[in-house]
């Protein structure tokens, strides 16, 4: 143990202060036990992991070429990481070079470059209300003044962002576009189109999150918002090989415009020099002798059966009244339970049922709905998932008193 002195020390800087920790790793902690079937963290199949051919891609690289893959490298990242994520993008039709890229420590590490080198103190971001949790801590953390949007089951409301726009003069704005977390919606081409309109005419930075993309289940994909007119040369977009292959490798990406993205280098160079080299020469490794696509197909085959399993289940589990969507891909539904439900609340009582979610309210940078729930359906199998519900359906009756 630490001793402490009898003299004071500095206090944290305000930003420490003032930026809490994660419900959701908070959460994560207390169902850790075995027995608890969790719907609560976003965490990816690991039955699914193509372990062996990941391995067998470390392996190469080390037999190959272990000076380089363990040496220090650049902080723009890999010249073949980057080249195959910008072969991956172009042929999603979003023309793109490598030197267009920077490799990242995860994308989170993306928004963080992002909020370093576009946000003073007090500057205003707009985000979709409910928003990913992650994202609010980082621009907490940046001392940004955070002005939540409206949205509805289609998603964002384009002419709610124009007015709210026109009056708070933000910065930036932060959009998961495809299977927002945590709500698991899609925005229409059409609603892309209008955001990119309204970020060019009212000025602002769009920061496009883009890591449950390739997780389509059925229907059509949607563009990027980066390739809408208007869009081009203010949206810096953020992609993530935690869920197509494996969060473990913290391995993300950021397209940017030249200006933004040199001053990104410069935010990672001050940050962690460059991400690890072995991981990323893996990665390009296994892009180049691997076939991805394959190995997604058969996670998007499971991932389907895993939200039919959920979905399907729902009207038993959930009291009269409740609404939840059924999403084309990614991984999470969204649900609300009828007036007079807590959501919090209840979240003790499913825990001791052995089942947990995550409640909505944390995700709100506006008034909260505390009826809401989040709940991801990619880590169990079907049977699980079913017997979860069982679950989480005697825990709401128990747990629930109307006043």
């Known amino acids: ?27 994560l902690a207390l169902t ?13 199949a690991p039955a699914l992991f193509d372990a062996a051919g990941i391995a067998d891609a470390f392996a190469q690289v080390l037999s190959a070429d272990p000076h380089r893959a363990l040496q220090y490298s650049t902080s723009e990242g890999d010249p073949a990481l980057r080249a195959a994520v910008a072969a991956r993008a172009g ?24 909020a370093g080198t576009l946000l003073e103190p007090g500057d205003v971001v707009l985000v979709e209300d409910p928003c990913y949790l992650a994202a609010l801590q980082i621009f907490s953390f ?20 124009d007015e709210i726009a026109a009056r708070e003069h933000p910065k930036l704005l932060y959009v998961v576009p495809t299977f927002q977390n945590p709500t698991g919606r899609t925005l229409s081409a059409e609603r892309r189109a209008a955001v990119a309109e309204v970020a060019a005419r009212r000025g602002l930075w769009i920061a496009e999150d883009d890591p449950y993309s390739e997780l389509r289940f059925e229907g059509e994909p ?42 990104c280098v410069i935010a990672k160079q001050a940050t962690d020099l460059h991400t690890s080299t072995i991981d990323q020469a893996a990665v ?3 892009l180049a002798v691997a076939d991805l696509d394959a190995h997604l197909e058969r ?23 409740s609404r939840w969507n059924r999403p084309s891909g990614g991984m999470f539904v969204w649900a609300t339970l009828p007036d007079g439900y807590d959501a919090t609340a209840l979240l003790p009582e499913a825990l001791r049922h052995d089942v947990a979610y995550v409640p909505g309210a944390p995700f709100f940078a506006g008034p ?22 069982e679950r989480l359906s005697v825990a709401l009756r128990g747990g629930h008193r109307e006043e």
């Open 368 to 389: 909260p709905d505390a009826s809401a729930m989040r709940l991801s359906f990619v880590t169990h199998s079907p049977d699980e998932i079913r017997e979860g519900l």
């Open 299 to 321: 996670v998007r085959e499971a991932y389907r059966e895993r939200r039919n399993a959920l979905v399907d289940g729902l009207s038993a589990a959930l009291p009269d009244g």
């Open 222 to 263: 949607v563009p990027w918002i980066a390739g809408f007119p208007g869009a081009e040369d203010r949206t810096a977009l953020l992609g993530s090989f935690s869920k197509v292959m494996a969060p473990g490798l913290r391995l993300g990406w950021l397209r940017a415009p030249a200006a933004l993205r040199r001053a």
């Open 91 to 114: 042929g999603r039709g979003l023309a793109t070079d490598a030197d267009d890229l920077i490799v990242t420590t995860g994308s989170q590490q993306g928004l963080s470059l992002l």
């Open 1 to 27: 143990m630490l001793k402490t002195s009898s003299t004071p020390v500095p206090p944290l800087a305000a930003r420490a202060a003032r930026t809490g920790s994660s419900p959701v790793r908070e959460l």
């Open 142 to 161: 940046a001392g940004a003044r955070v002005v939540p949007v409206p949205t509805d089951d289609e998603g964002l409301d384009p002419a709610a962002l």
């Open 284 to 286: 390009a490794r296994y």
């Open 32 to 44: 850790a036990r075995p027995e608890v079937i969790s719907f609560a963290g976003g965490l990816p």
